[in-house]
């Protein structure tokens, strides 16, 4: 690309500049974007950027109500986003993904494409996931990967096993690996560094590579006795 090309480039994306007026950061705002009421936009989100192979404006990117897009976020075109939406910096989203209300992506959290999560879901720093479908009030600890491809880099990844599925009230202890098409299932606790190989049951706790069911979350200790059972606090959830 000559040099020429380059500063023509750079000019067609300057005038997608804005300043948010609440922190007078200077962000990008590419066309067919839907931002809901009352954002808070942090420096240099770009918010809208065009997918490879598609124009500037040819998918429509919707976020809700009250997000907040802190610096050096981008959230590609073609995605769905619900109320109260919250990044950490440099948060990267690329295109087809489906979010609900009232989520938090950590500090250099990336979701690549076609994830779905439901509501309540805090998806914690430098966590990646492909394809997979996290129900609702999930925890996702840091540096979470969810794996989308068996045999890398099969041409048929996508009809294969598909990304994992996490079920409500689930928690990924950090730095978790779950395997293509897991399922891990509702209230259940995954330990930290666990590589997540089967389906995990509802209610387990299990733990270590690969990961094997400990015990259930009914019968773990709070050992400095805050609570009679850890998550009593969640006292009227369904789980
Ligand atoms: C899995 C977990 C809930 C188990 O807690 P616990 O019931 O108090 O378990 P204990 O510490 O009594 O350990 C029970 C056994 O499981 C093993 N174990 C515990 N956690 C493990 C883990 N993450 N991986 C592998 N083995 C583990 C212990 O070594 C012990 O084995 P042993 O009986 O042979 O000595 C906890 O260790 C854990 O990993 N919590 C998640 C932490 C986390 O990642 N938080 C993220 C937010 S910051």
């Known amino acids: 690309m000559s040099e020429t090309n380059i500063t023509e480039n750079a000019a067609g994306h300057e005038k997608f500049r804005k300043v948010d007026p609440n922190t007078g950061c200077i962000y990008y705002l590419y066309p067919n974007v839907k931002l809901g009421k009352s954002p808070t936009i942090f420096q240099n989100a770009i918010i809208g950027f065009p997918p490879r192979g598609k124009e500037i404006g040819e998918l429509e990117l919707v976020i809700g109500d009250n997000a907040v897009l802190r610096p050096f976020t981008t959230i590609y075109a073609g995605n769905q986003i619900g109320d109260d939406f919250q990044t950490g910096h440099c948060v990267m989203m690329r295109e087809g993904n489906q979010i609900g209300n009232n989520v938090i992506l950590g500090t250099n959290a990336v979701l690549e494409c076609n994830n779905k999560f439901g509501d309540n879901i ?28 068996p045999h890398p880099i099969c041409p048929k990844y996508k009809e294969c096993k598909g990304g994992a599925v996490v079920k409500s009230y689930a928690r990924i202890g950090g730095n978790v690996t779950l395997l293509p098409g897991v399922i891990v299932g509702r209230d259940t606790l995954i330990g930290g560094g666990s590589t997540v190989t089967r389906d995990i049951p509802d209610h387990a706790v299990a733990a270590g590579n690969p990961a094997k069911v400990l015990t259930t979350v009914q019968e773990q200790k709070c050992y400095p006795g805050f609570y009679d059972v850890p998550y009593e606090w969640l006292d009227g959830a369904n789980l």
Do not use: K, W, Y
């Not at 720093?125 to 969810?146: D, K, Q, R, W, Y």
């Open 122 to 149: 805090t998806f914690h720093t430098l966590s990646c996931a492909g394809n997979a479908t996290l129900e609702t009030n999930c925890f996702i600890g840091p540096h979470v990967i969810m794996l989308d491809d």
